[in-house]
Nanobody, 114 residues
């Protein structure tokens, strides 16, 4: 099983980015998928979740700015965040969950700075 995140990097405040997480080794369509993030010195935060049926949940910190989506044909989950703020700086981790089974990516750095 492998989850590989991409799309991170350095972004200016007010900009946007789209993270991708490509999963392999699982029956992707039956997994709830999502993104956590962890900033230095802070607790891990659930950013967004998308269920198998497509319903979504967002942290208050990204509501109105974040969009999570999934492409079951490509075994990929996406997270787009617009109007980025310095407080969005963190390592972003994607995960997949099916019952008590859970897999994680290794994380990708997002830095919002001018």
């Amino acid at each position: 099983v492998q989850f590989v995140e991409s799309g991170g990097g350095l972004v200016q405040p007010g900009g946007s980015l789209r993270l991708s997480c490509a999963a392999s080794g699982i029956l992707f369509s039956i997994y709830g998928m999502g993104w956590f993030r962890q900033a230095p010195g802070k607790q891990r935060e659930l950013v967004a979740h998308i269920a198998t049926g497509g319903s979504t949940t967002y942290a208050d910190s990204v509501k109105g700015r974040g969009t999570i989506s999934r492409d079951n044909a490509k075994n990929t989950v996406y997270l787009r965040i617009s109007n980025l703020k310095p407080e969005d700086t963190a390592i972003y981790y994607c995960y997949g969950r099916w019952g008590t089974t859970e897999y994680w990516g290794q994380g990708i750095q997002v830095t919002v700075s001018s």
